[in-house]
Each structure stands twice: as structure tokens, then as C-alpha cells.
């Protein structure tokens, strides 16, 4: 990872959204985050990403104890849940497991609700792969939504800031038909549809690191 000398730190915590499946390292939405962040004047490092595609909530917990010592972070960057959704797990176990990863996401931002930031799931539903599967994507729209507003929810209650990037993926990426919105597989975003996120996240993130 490079470091801008005096620069902020950043961990990006996730699954296939965070690591960019099917994109360029420099494609990835956190780290997209971070150029923009840099290019509007704030001093911040490229993200180490903590992630994998597929990992649900206890996989991204597990990989996080592997990789303690963690230290102290400026910025952390949460999303995580769309395999647990895709695995059948109901949402209360969701919420229960999201919380406690946000919780630890809090300590490792040095104890600084402000300085976390969650984006929600987006919606795997509308994509070609869902389509040419035969997947209910009704019923994966609401359960969709269900963890995220547990997500919300929890997000709510700790102080921390919940970017909704859902209608976003719903509307870049509709009835089946594939467009560069996406990747190749038709089923991950493409580095366009992480800038979208990224539009969304940067105002945040911005009042996010502008606090004390």
C-alpha cells in the first residue's frame, strides 16, 4: 500500500463490493474514494482493504481476527451482508452480526462513531445473472431491503453515517439486460457503477474527515 506522508489512514471493510470483483485495483469504490478524497484536498491513503468475495459477516469477523493486530485507523468503511442474504440467513441473524462488526469497526476508527461510514447493499436482483437464473427477484429486492434497514438501523444507534447506494444499483441495472454498469460476470459493478457509489459517498466522507 502507498502512503502519502502525513496522511490520513483508511481500512475498507467488506466482501466482493469492497475487493471489486471483476475490476482493476484502481476501479475498487474505496479506493476510488480515496483519489477523490485527494484530488478535493484531503490528505488520505489508499485503503488497505480487508475483503473477499463471498465472505458473509462472520467470514469478514473471522478474517479480522486473522489479522490482528489491526491498529488504530482514521477512517473505516463497512459493507457487508450481501452473502448472507444470498446464503438464506434471516435478518435478525443479520443485524446481530452487522452490529457487532460495526461495533468494531467504531474501536478501530480510535473509538470515533464520526469517522465510519456504511454503504448499504446494492441490489444483486436486477443483474443479467440473477435474470438468466431464474432467481425471485422480488423476493431478493425484499429481503434486500430488510437488512438494510436493520443496517440502518444499528448505523442509527451508534452515530454512524449510512450512505443508501441500493437505488443506485437498481437503477443502472434493470430487467435483465447487461450494460457497462457492469462487469463481465453480469453480476458485480463495474469501476462507472463504483464512481456512482462513490458520487454518493465522497460528500459524506467529506464531512466525515472534516471533523475533529
Known sequence: MDIVPDSLS?????DSYTIGE???AAGR???QLAARLRDAGVAIADPRIIAKTGWTTDELAA???EAEPLGDWDFVSLLIGVNNQYRGRAADDYAGEFHRLLQRAIALARGRAKRVLVLSIPDWGVTPFAFASGRDRQAIADELDAYNAAARECCTAEGVAFVDI???SRAEAGDG?????????????SARQYARWTDAALPVAMRLLARA
Open 177 to 189: 439486460v447487461a450494460t457497462a454498469m457492469l462487469a463481465d460476470d453480469g453480476l458485480h459493478p
Open 63 to 65: 478474517a479480522m481476527d
Open 10 to 14: 483508511y481500512l475498507a471493510l467488506g
Open 166 to 168: 441500493t437505488g443506485i
Open 22 to 24: 471483476g475490476v482493476e
Open 29 to 31: 469504490w474505496p479506493m
